[in-house]
């Protein structure tokens, strides 16, 4: 078991106890890496931790579309655009894409998915799909 976790809403703590110190979680995500194993792991010159993830490390805050992209503004302070082909629908009806050129796993928090929903429509035969000017994209299942 780690030190630090981080819960399914994007909050870290460290021993039981809720960070704060927006630096310091953002010098965490900054060395953030994944393992070979899928494990979460936070990799400093002088030192390496594993982190215990409950769901996603990097968390969807909200969403903005502009001039047909889709601006993810994530759980650690950076903004960047929507790989919307890499869309995907987990248990419960949760959405996740891919950030940080495709490296991690990103899950929607409650208020992006809803703000994302505005912009998907359904095909009965294929399912819901984001609709943008440059294509469909369709949602996939989860895969971590």
Same mark, same amino acid.
């Given at each position: 078991?780690? $030190?630090? +976790?981080?819960?399914?809403?994007?909050?870290?703590?460290?021993?039981?106890?809720?960070?704060?110190?927006?630096?310091?979680?953002?010098?965490?995500?900054?060395?953030?890496?994944?393992?070979?194993?899928?494990?979460?792991?936070?990799?400093?010159?002088? &030192?390496?931790?594993?982190?215990?993830?409950? &769901?996603?490390?990097?968390?969807?805050?909200?969403?903005?579309?502009? $001039?047909?992209?889709?601006?993810?503004?994530?759980?650690?302070?950076?903004?960047?655009?929507? $790989?919307?082909?890499?869309?995907?629908?987990? $248990?419960?009806?949760?959405?996740?894409?891919?950030?940080?050129?495709?490296?991690?796993?990103? +899950?929607?928090?409650?208020?992006?998915?809803?703000?994302?929903?505005?912009?998907?429509?359904?095909?009965?035969?294929?399912?819901?799909?984001?609709?943008?000017?440059?294509?469909?994209?369709?949602?996939?299942?989860?895969?971590?």
């Amino acid at each position: 078991m780690s $030190d630090i +976790r981080i819960d399914k809403d994007g909050k870290w703590y460290f021993r039981g106890a809720e960070m704060i110190r927006r630096d310091i979680i953002r010098y965490f995500y900054e060395h953030l890496k994944l393992d070979a194993e899928g494990r979460y792991k936070i990799e400093i010159p002088s &030192d390496s931790c594993y982190v215990e993830v409950e &769901d996603t490390a990097f968390v969807v805050k909200s969403v903005d579309v502009k $001039d047909d992209e889709v601006i993810l503004y994530l759980s650690d302070d950076s903004q960047e655009v929507l $790989d919307p082909s890499t869309l995907m629908v987990g $248990d419960n009806n949760v959405l996740y894409c891919r950030v940080k050129k495709g490296q991690f796993p990103a +899950r929607f928090s409650r208020s992006s998915y809803y703000q994302l929903t505005a912009y998907l429509d359904y095909d009965e035969g294929k399912g819901f799909y984001l609709n943008l000017a440059h294509g469909q994209f369709f949602l996939n299942a989860f895969e971590s």
